[in-house]
Nanobody, 119 residues
Framework: QVQLAESGGGLVQPGGSLRLSCAAS????????MSWYRQAPGKERELVAQ????????NYADSVKGRFTISRDNAKNTVDLQMNSLKPEDTAVYYC????????????WGKGTLVTVSS
């Protein structure tokens, strides 16, 4: 059974930092591209950052470029999101997403972790 377990969310003041982590199990982690998505209240889920299976390439939403960094450790089956200079508009539930695409597509979502940026 595939599980993606996010952790690290919480309440932080504007300008602060948080590090989210996603621990994966039940899949061959190194074959999956990994992403972080977020969904703010009343808004659609949006892509925040993504990283290729080997970690050689990353991509970020314009709204987080220069502030967020995605990284992965294929030996530990984890993917992290370092978030700096947080803004109130970063408040959302953050989801971990795994995707493998070859002949067919396999994808999985975590349950999410809440990040609240507020003074």
């Amino acid at each position: 059974q595939v599980q993606l377990a996010e952790s690290g969310g919480g309440l932080v003041q504007p300008g602060g930092s948080l590090r989210l982590s996603c621990a994966a199990s039940g899949l061959t982690f190194s074959r999956y591209a990994m992403s972080w998505y977020r969904q703010a209240p009343g808004k659609e889920r949006e892509l925040v950052a993504q990283i290729t299976s080997a970690g050689g390439s990353t991509n970020y939403a314009d709204s987080v470029k220069g502030r967020f960094t995605i990284s992965r450790d294929n030996a530990k089956n984890t993917v992290d999101l370092q978030m700096n200079s947080l803004k109130p508009e970063d408040t959302a539930v953050y989801y971990c997403y795994a995707r493998f695409s070859f002949m067919a597509t396999l994808d999985y979502w975590g349950k999410g972790t809440l990040v609240t940026v507020s003074s």
